[in-house]
């Protein structure tokens, strides 16, 4: 929380007590952040929940309160607003105490969790023999995003990619290539990534349309399954293949997974079903093994089942997922498990959470997030596709944002008359591209739809990362010009406040901590972005009005240790959202 918030709302609760008994020790001072800057820095709706209980006016409490509140060391004196409202205004003196304190703290004031807990983050989770695609685009940054705003916050974060690397379309695409191109069920690199999804194209389409094909298929699956040599040797070189072609992606995104394949949990498939069978939870249905859930019915009205063991004696994605419920609970000890998938799978993961529930596999304690989150749409309003109709590969879309990026730095420079190196126009472009795509992603309600525009995601004005990038790198160049190093300024120096451009930069620079902590616990990173661009936008305005290199001394200083701290939030809340930033653009 934030600590400004945190002092108020327990010298809040003091007064409480003090005014109307011990009965109101816990009564919450329900302070928020004051949208309209005429109501103070923050204002508390208490008195109007306490009218009823305490069978007086809203504004009579609310005056009763003030008498009671001693934040003279922190605010004005506070007034009441409205039919009772409270207004806190913070005092010049405090928010530079504030600034000054956390001027040196590499964490910018931001305390680490008091008892940090193990969090598993499952998201991109691409399959085996598949190109990622857009698909795999807002798991894969929102995944990423959450991880690293928990991993700030010091929390212990197992990062996994439940890849799919198991199933009936391994027999299939292995018995197709058997026939067609044996050497790369034996030999290393013997495909890329691109050949072998065009076989596994064809494999489908033979499965689909040859019975033959389809029971040859079946059984390779029974050899791989029962370990067959040359099968799990071909079904290796398989997965290493895709993995190669995934870390492509991932290093250009700096993302960092550890792969836990649908693989690993095979082995503990039959004991998910014995149990939930000596648990008395199971039904057979049609030949299958069967929960049947409370709330979810078909169109007749039914009852749905989750199914766990086909009529076969398969298992499918659902026996899975408990399977890998159960490990991460009971083996990798979480006390949090947060999944990353797109909306639609929502009654998926509240069938699997149910059961487990009703098996009683999830103790008190531990906490289990889905994060839906929309498609990615074209300029259509359609779902994101290539003129021919097929998905986007995700290298493609980053390929392409870079490109957009490079054309839009060529034109700055060109306008500037500058001439800059091959290497540094592609750094450049590089960053803005990658920055532009996640940016876009992140600086949205993710449970939204949102359509993908490459010229609106590198648009130097608006809320996009590139405008982030160079409100950093205006900071960087005030350093260069003036030849300082913001590290040089002296144990002794102070900010002071004066002007209203510095007093609102100041108290926005504050909030981090109170908006990190938000997204921990809803986990919308579009808060961050907010955040970001509020601060880029408060600190140009500082800028424009407050002269900084030509003001004279001790006002100089203290603007330059503004500008500082501006620059490591930014940079800070940057590298939450997966975004490096640049020194110089």
Known sequence: MNPTLEKLKNQFAQALVAAFGSDYAGVDAMLVSASNPKFGDYQSNAALSLAKQLGKPPRAIAETIIQHLDVSDICETPSVAGPGFINFTLKPAYLEAQLNAIQTDSRLGIALAKNPKRVVVDFSSPNIAKEMHVGHLRSTIIGDCIARI???????????????????????????????????????????????????????????????????????????????????????????????????????????????????????????????????????????????????????????????????????????????????????????????????????????????????????????????????????????????????????????????????????????????????????????????????????????????????????????????????VRIQGISRKGDIDFKDLGADAKILLQEKEELVLAKHLLQLGEVISNVEQDLLPNRVCEYLYELSKKFNQFFEQCPVLWSEEPVRTSRLMLCDLTARTLQLGLSLLGIQALERI
């Not at 076969?312 to 006390?335: E, H, S, V």
């Open 150 to 472: 928990l991993e700030f916050q010091g929390e212990d974060v197992l990062r996994l990619n439940h890849v799919g690397d198991w199933g009936t379309q391994f027999g299939m695409l292995i018995a197709y290539l058997r026939e067609v191109c044996p050497e790369a069920l034996t030999t290393a690199n013997a495909l890329d990534l691109g050949d072998l999804v065009t076989f596994y194209k064809k494999a489908k389409q033979g499965f689909d349309e040859d019975e033959a094909f389809q029971e040859t298929a079946r059984q390779e699956v029974v050899k791989l399954q029962a370990g067959a040599e040359d099968s799990r040797r071909a079904w290796q070189l398989l997965c290493e293949q895709s993995r190669r072609e995934f870390q492509v992606i991932y290093d250009r995104l700096n993302i960092h997974l550890t792969e836990r394949g649908e693989s690993f949990y095979n082995p503990l498939l039959p004991a998910v079903v014995e149990d939930l069978d000596k648990a008395g939870l199971l039904v057979e249905d049609a030949g299958a093994k069967c929960v049947f859930l409370e709330g979810f019915t078909n169109k007749d009205g039914q009852p749905l089942p989750l199914i766990v063991q086909k009529s076969d004696g398969g298992y499918n994605y659902a026996t899975t997922d408990l399977a890998a419920l159960r490990y991460r609970i009971q083996k990798d000890g979480a006390d949090r498990i947060i999944y990353v998938t797109d909306a639609g799978q929502a009654n998926h993961f509240a069938g699997v959470l149910q059961v487990a529930r009703k098996a009683g596999w999830i103790p008190d304690n531990v906490e289990i997030d889905h994060v839906p989150f929309g498609l990615v749409l074209g300029e259509d309003g359609k779902k994101l596709k290539t003129r021919s109709g097929e998905t986007v590969r995700l290298k493609d879309l980053l390929a392409q944002a870079i490109a957009h990026a490079r054309a839009v730095l060529e034109d700055c420079l060109k306008k500037e008359n500058r001439e800059e190196s091959e290497e540094y126009k592609a750094q450049v472009a590089q960053v803005f591209g990658i920055s532009a795509v996640k940016y876009a992603d992140l600086s949205l309600n993710r449970i939204s739809n949102y359509i993908f525009s490459y010229d609106k995601m590198v648009a130097l004005q608006g809320n996009t990362a590139v405008y982030l990038l160079y409100a950093y």
